[in-house]
């Protein structure tokens, strides 16, 4: 039976309040104790909860581990952020986007677990390869069906919709991003991250714009 089922067995309904307080449990420990040093008894404890109640909702720690990556990412940049909207101008959908992933990649909670990943990565590769699966990748795929949908508007000219997500997504990063990571600076406040995600909107729009300025040609000589 799939993890995310209803029911432990029949009759018996899963706890959806057990299931939230195992994943807040195991978010924290992750990022404070990393993965190999979080097992599935701290997080019961810390739950509230008993080590076979975590197993009936997660099939194992890496399973549970993806989870609460999933959950982190859901939480801050939910699914809808990234629908397309007829009725919405699609400079507002991308500020939508971009103020809610800033947010995420730069919360102290993700930049200590991407600190935490980036250390393990040289210890445990296939580890690393599911933290991005389960919480990089979900966000570059959704991104990627927006640009589907921007291109198919004819708003903007996207020859490639994945790259013009990454594009967008590692303009949202910026510098920044990697000096909060390292630790040599202090967050942005609320007016720098405005500006810097109109900046990033309008540079995105303006690349990839339907319409673009055609280069002057040169003179030809006589």
Request: glycine share 4%; proline share 7%; hydrophobic share 40%.
């Amino acid at each position: 039976m799939p993890d995310n089922a209803t029911h432990s067995g029949p009759g018996r309904p899963k706890d959806p309040e057990k299931r939230r307080a195992i994943l807040d449990a195991a978010k924290n420990l992750f990022i404070q104790h990393g993965y190999q040093g979080t097992s599935m008894d701290t997080v019961a404890s810390l739950a509230g909860v008993s080590k076979l109640t975590v197993y009936s909702h997660f099939s194992d720690k890496e399973r549970l581990f993806i989870e609460a990556v999933m959950a982190s990412c859901e939480e801050l940049l939910p699914a809808p952020c990234f629908e397309f909207r007829d009725d919405l101008s699609l400079r507002s959908m991308l500020l939508t986007i971009a103020r809610a992933f800033e947010h995420l990649i730069n919360s102290p909670e993700s930049l200590q677990l991407h600190r935490l990943m980036a250390a393990l990565g040289t210890q445990d590769r296939q580890l690393s390869q599911t933290f991005f699966d389960a919480g990089p990748q979900r966000i570059l795929d959704d991104m990627e069906r927006f640009m589907v949908h921007a291109a198919a508007s004819g708003q903007l000219h996207i020859p490639s919709p994945r790259s013009a997500a990454g594009h967008f997504l590692s303009l949202i990063k910026g510098i920044d991003h990697f000096r909060l990571l390292v630790g040599c600076c202090e967050p942005l406040t609320p007016a720098q991250v405005e500006a810097h995600v109109q900046e990033v909107v309008e540079l995105f729009m303006r690349a990839y714009d339907d319409h673009p300025v055609s280069q002057a040609q040169p003179p030809h000589s006589n």
